[in-house]
């Protein structure tokens, strides 16, 4: 343990982040020839030879050990030496010594200790034992669902530290058997491959496969309700009868697992990784792509093939509807060099037409399979990495594009152009003077026009967002106040939509598309006053005739209560009159 109390103002180097006067826990290792205890459990234990490696074991871990066991004087009472076979146990259940486990869980591979075991009182004394413990391996044990329902021991570790999805492609081999080794099912020798998310045979198989990494093997111990239940299973398929309620004992390797990403979100343009590319970088939204590729049907009959038996690659511009949406969008996910097989529903495919292609017909709604390489591509380049007059070309010609889709009535596409085209004209002070006039007006023409894509869209929110950054830029601009305005309207504001209308009119008089608007938001508003009045009428109407009989209903109540009073009360002086005090003469007299 040290405390930095202070730290020299002269020093160059503060290779420390600690505020001064902080505690820092930091044992140093322990040296061969060390005696330490170890927590609240009163062991001690002594290094005599260092271990290699970083990792150690955890409880639940079955390790294999040898070990010689003495009492404090040096009388031996066990050795595994002795019979030249090491033990195997498992970690947590005391199986060699009382707290021993808490010992050997800090010990690597190779290590040998001497652990004192305090007595039963707690204190060390002649009848204290002691283990010289040589940890020789062990094997990872994990409660896989968490439940006691599916034990994995790793038999070997697989390589790196991906692990499947579920919507990734395993291939897997394993070895399934009931508890007295009768086999109930065992893969072919090269394996089977499935989905993790389809299932395969057990219930409990997929979380299994999750857990593995590449080349893993283990040992599973599989209880009923994560096997074949109580009901058990007839022999079929090439799988064993199983009886009720049986344990599994099943040896199993991810041999390997090809990731697969859902691209678009929904399931319908699936990727599947055949071949890594080269480093993290991938095509974007604009890049120049080369592919090559063969295009199948879902049945196999080939339609298309470019870069294939001496076909010359494709070359295009993603984003730009060269090609089917589907292969747009999953290419724009593969780095340089990548493989994958690509899986499109007919909604980012052909649709429900008929297509003709080069070696085949695609029939209506079909879902078509790419095997697609992504040769090489040319990024877009990113407003930070051109010129400021390279900038104001880009958006110029950005904004061109998204007024010829426009044209075509294709605003998501126009609503893009004009988006990228203001960012890369933003006001982020690399304009000079002359520049940023340009700048300034490519922006607020680029924001009106993707106004005006919004209200297409009926994204009437987003209409008011561009309308609203023209205004803050220039707060007299009538085509801002006019588009704002038509938002307005579409979502019941017609109290701010007569704001921007009375403001646009102050701007120009004359203007006729507002004026238009001005008389159909007072319709709109006489409209709405009269559904309002008519809603208010007959909620009062309703009300007074509730009220009525409400009335009525109580003016019935009290009459009916007053009536019970005059009785209750007319019996209370009948009871007084027979029980009240003394009488002289007859007369009643007070008490």
Not at 408 to 419: F, L, P
Request: glycine fraction near 8%; hydrophobic fraction near 35%.
């Amino acid at each position: 343990m040290a405390v930095l109390s202070e730290i020299n103002d002269g020093d160059e180097e503060k290779e420390l982040d600690e505020e001064p006067g902080e505690v820092i826990e930091s044992a140093p290792p322990q040296k061969v020839g060390e005696e330490r205890e170890l927590g609240n459990y009163g062991l001690k234990k002594k290094l005599i030879k260092r271990g290699i490696g970083w990792e150690t074991p955890e409880l639940n871990d079955e390790v294999t050990v040898h070990y010689v066991g003495t009492l404090e004087d040096g009388t031996k009472f066990d050795s595994s030496r002795d019979k030249d076979q090491p033990i195997k146990f498992t970690l947590g259940q005391g199986e060699l010594a009382a707290g021993l486990d808490h010992g050997i869980i800090t010990m690597k591979k190779g290590e040998v200790a001497l652990f004192t075991i305090p007595d039963e009182a707690g204190v060390s004394s002649a009848n204290s034992k002691q283990f010289e413990v040589e940890l020789i391996s062990w094997i990872k044990v994990v409660d896989v669902c968490r439940d006691g329902g599916i034990i994995k021991k790793i038999m070997e570790k697989g390589v790196g530290d991906e692990r499947p999805r579920d919507p990734d492609e395993v291939l897997v081999k394993y070895r399934m058997a009931l508890a007295d080794d009768t086999i109930v099912a065992e893969t072919p020798e090269g394996g089977v491959e499935f989905h993790v998310k389809d299932g395969h045979l057990l219930p409990g198989l997929p979380r299994v496969i999750m857990t593995m990494t590449k080349g893993e093997k283990a040992q599973l111990i599989v209880q009923p309700h994560y096997a074949f239940g109580e009901k058990g299973s007839e022999a079929s398929n090439g799988v064993h009868s199983v009886p009720p309620n049986s344990v599994l004992h099943v040896n199993i390797e991810l041999v390997s697992f090809k990731p697969v990403i859902d691209v678009t979100g929904d399931s319908k343009v699936l990727k599947k990784i055949l071949k890594e590319g080269e480093g993290a970088s991938t095509a974007n939204e604009g890049a120049n792509v080369t592919v090559s590729y063969t295009a199948k049907l879902e049945d196999g009959t080939v339609f298309e093939k470019r870069g294939i038996d001496e076909t010359p690659p494709l070359e295009f511009i993603t984003d730009e509807e060269q090609v089917i949406v589907g292969l747009d969008r999953a290419v724009v996910t593969m780095k340089k060099g990548e493989r994958a097989i690509i899986s499109i529903h007919p909604d980012y495919a052909f649709g429900d037409v008929e297509v003709k292609r080069d070696f085949a017909m695609v029939p209506p709604s079909s879902r078509v399979v790419y095997d697609v390489e992504m040769k090489n591509f040319i990024k877009e380049k990113a407003p930070w990495e051109l010129k400021s007059n390279e900038k104001i070309d880009t958006a110029k010609r950005k904004k061109e594009e998204g007024n010829m889709l426009f044209k075509c009535c294709k605003y998501e596409r126009a609503a893009k152009k004009y988006d990228k085209a203001a960012d890369y004209v933003s006001e982020d002070g690399s304009f000079g003077d002359d520049e940023e006039k340009q700048a300034k007006a490519l922006r607020v023409s680029c924001w009106l026009n993707g106004a005006a894509c919004c209200l297409k869209l009926n994204d009437f929110p987003g209409a008011i967002k561009l309308c609203s950054q023209v205004l803050d830029v220039e707060i007299c601009n009538v085509k801002a106040l006019y588009r704002r305005a038509q938002a307005y309207i579409e979502t019941g504001d017609f109290l701010l939509a007569d704001v921007d209308i009375k403001k646009a009119l102050e701007v120009d008089p004359q203007n006729r598309e507002v004026m238009v608007m001005k008389k159909k938001l007072k319709q709109l508003q006489a409209e709405n006053d009269k559904k309002y009045a008519k809603l208010y009428e007959n909620m009062f109407a309703h009300k007074e005739k509730d009220s009525s009989v409400a009335t009525k209903r109580l003016k019935v109540e009290k009459e009916e209560d007053e009536k019970k009073n005059e009785e209750a009360t007319k019996m209370e002086m009948d009871k007084v009159a027979d029980s009240a005090a003394p009488s002289v003469d007859g007369l009643i007299v007070d008490s």
